[in-house]
């Protein structure tokens, strides 16, 4: 098979050099080197569906009140406080009311160095509430850094694959965990990274339930926030709002990044919002470790402080700002985003078209919304397969296998760094891959 779009005996050579045992099973970071290694002899463009980053511009609104802080404000000499900049606190208190339809008071709306941060912050003091539980359940596939945090900390999870339990299956197999005592928190994201899918509101409502059942904390990632594009969520007070646990139950942390849905990835600053009664909540074991029994006091003044001591000050002006102007209809943050939606429409469209199937394709009896990302697999190849082949064909993914998926077939396509001119030679090449591979 030499007349690959990508020139063989290149791409050959490159993967050979690289070192990479199994391409298949690259990470990330080690994709993207060798993809750049490629393009740089080749000078062909890759469809580069790799890395998950935004790839849009950062409001205006939110640069302009960075600068102002800078530069009147004395951000960058004052430490920020530790809880959070007020007005952004009372911002995000509001945004969570009207687009979540939830009441928490400020307090509870923290700041946090990117929403990984937030994750951490969760992790590492909700462990410590109690000497019996030490565990925590992963609803897979998942983002596979926060694993890593959790490796790193030493601190145990369990995990499963969502695809095979959903809508009422997910109830039996979330009990057959929170039976064993051992759990004491549920993490996933939704919309979900690397899937796309998001729950159902009969998902939410068993996992609220059952939080409330066992008693167990539920740490919903909302890393796209009102990105799955089916419905129109970004009407501020106005139904439909983001689905959220926090409607069937009080025990949650929500984990609301702006890196993707206010394209502010790059100063790392991002929401972890604590319900009312979880803040107040009191927990034996965080004495062990934190100078009080307050679960909302020991994550903020224990763990955030050791951590960080606060998040970029005049990124939390910025935020504060778009937040300010999302709570009060003046800016509509769905407009910008919605790009990718309209990417992911046509491209799995071509995909499909070309022998490929969706992987992650339905939510209840819906199929699953275009947006951010998507998976897909082609018959006959494992997914670590079809990501080394794709190579020669000028296409990067990342396997599903390092997300916690069984679905080993498959792989995760990011729409984000796809530019429109491109999608003539992502025809051409899926084409090529399938004239190449034809289906029997
Ligand atoms: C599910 C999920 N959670 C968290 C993050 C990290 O977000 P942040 O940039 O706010 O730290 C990402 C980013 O890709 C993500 O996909």
Redesign the pocket.
């Known amino acids: 098979m030499k007349d690959t779009p990508i020139n063989f005996e290149v791409v050959k050579s490159k993967i050979e050099s690289s070192g990479i045992p199994s391409i298949g099973k690259a990470t990330i970071r080690e994709l993207v080197k060798l993809v750049n290694e490629i393009e740089a002899v080749t000078g062909d463009r890759y469809i580069r569906m790799e890395m ?2 935004p790839g849009l511009p950062t409001p205006q609104i939110a640069i302009d009140a960075e600068i102002d802080a800078i530069k009147y404000k004395g951000a960058t000499a004052k430490y920020p406080n530790l809880e959070g900049l007020p007005e952004l606190k009372k911002e995000i208190s509001r945004f969570v009311k009207l687009f979540l339809n939830i009441d928490v008071k400020p307090s509870g709306c923290v700041p ?8 951490l912050i969760s992790f590492i003091t909700i462990d410590r509430m109690y000497e019996d539980r030490d565990t925590m359940l992963y609803i897979d596939p ?2 596979p ?2 694993k890593q945090q959790l490796n790193v900390l030493g601190q145990k999870y369990v995990s499963f694959d969502v695809y095979n339990y959903r809508g009422k299956k997910l109830k039996d197999k979330l009990e057959s965990y929170f039976k064993n005592g051992n759990v004491h928190s549920v993490l996933y ?1 939704n919309p ?3 899937s796309w899918i998001c729950f159902t509101e009969e998902e939410l409502q068993i996992i609220g339930e059952l939080a409330n059942k066992y008693n167990v904390i539920i740490i919903e ?1 909302l ?2 926030f009102c990105m799955d594009f089916r419905q129109d969520m970004s009407k501020p007070g106005e139904p439909p709002y983001q689905p959220t646990v926090a409607k069937y139950t009080d025990n949650y942390i929500l ?6 849905a206010f394209s ?2 790059g100063q ?3 929401m972890m919002v604590i319900s009312d009664k979880l803040y107040n909540l009191k927990a034996p074991g965080l004495k062990r470790f934190f100078k009080t029994d307050t679960l909302g006091y020991s994550m903020i003044f224990g763990t955030y402080y050791m951590l960080t001591a606060g998040a970029c000050h005049s990124a939390q002006y910025g935020i504060a700002a778009i937040l300010k102007a999302v709570n009060e209809g003046k800016y509509n943050f769905r407009d910008d985003v919605i790009e990718y939606g309209k990417k992911a429409k046509i491209m799995k469209k071509m995909f499909v078209e070309n022998g490929f199937k969706i992987v992650y394709d339905y939510d209840g009896d819906d199929p699953i919304a275009d947006g ?1 990302y998507f998976t897909i697999s082609y018959p006959g190849f494992t997914g670590e397969e079809l990501l080394e082949e794709l190579i020669y064909y000028g296409i990067s993914a990342i396997s599903l296998s390092i997300t916690g998926s069984e679905r080993n077939e498959g792989l995760r396509a990011c729409v984000s760094l796809v530019q429109r001119d491109l999608f003539p030679d992502l025809k051409y090449r899926l084409e090529k891959f399938r004239e190449h591979h034809p289906v029997k």
């Open positions: 998950g980053v946090t160095v990117g929403s990984l941060q937030g994750g998942s983002f850094l926060q994201s979900n990274n690397p990632d890393a796209y984990l609301i990044s702006t890196s993707k502010y990835a790392r600053v991002g951010f």
